[in-house]
């Protein structure tokens, strides 16, 4: 069984920067493609940004520059660094990776910013 536990979500100021981290398991870590995505208030859930086994990575255009996603695969963790945070990145933010032809998710973590 897959399971994808996200952290590090809060309160930040507008310009502020947060770490979001998310822990794997139940998947072979190495070979999987992570992503990020969130879902803004009243809003359906969109990627922000994925990473491949070999730390290829693609981006929402409305984060690039802004953020970026690494992995560690000595610890099953990826992770989204979010810099220069606004009040329209304010969603609950969900890990994902899609493994033997499934899609699996977080339960998400908040991030909320305050203008």
């Known amino acids: 069984q897959v399971r994808l536990v996200e952290s590090g979500g809060g309160l930040v100021q507008s310009g502020g920067s947060l770490r979001l981290s998310c822990a794997a398991s139940?998947?072979?870590?190495?070979?999987?493609?992570m992503a990020w995505y969130h879902q803004p208030p009243g809003k359906q859930r969109e990627l922000v940004a994925k990473i491949t086994s070999n730390g290829s990575t693609d981006y929402a255009d409305s984060v690039k520059g802004r953020f970026t996603i690494s992995r560690d695969n000595a610890w099953n963790r990826v992770y989204l660094h979010m810099n220069s945070l606004n009040v329209e990145d304010t969603a609950t933010y969900f890990c994902n990776t899609r493994y033997r032809g499934s899609d699996w998710w977080g339960r998400g973590t908040q991030v909320t910013v305050s203008g």
């Open positions: 139940g998947v072979n870590f190495k070979i999987a493609t």
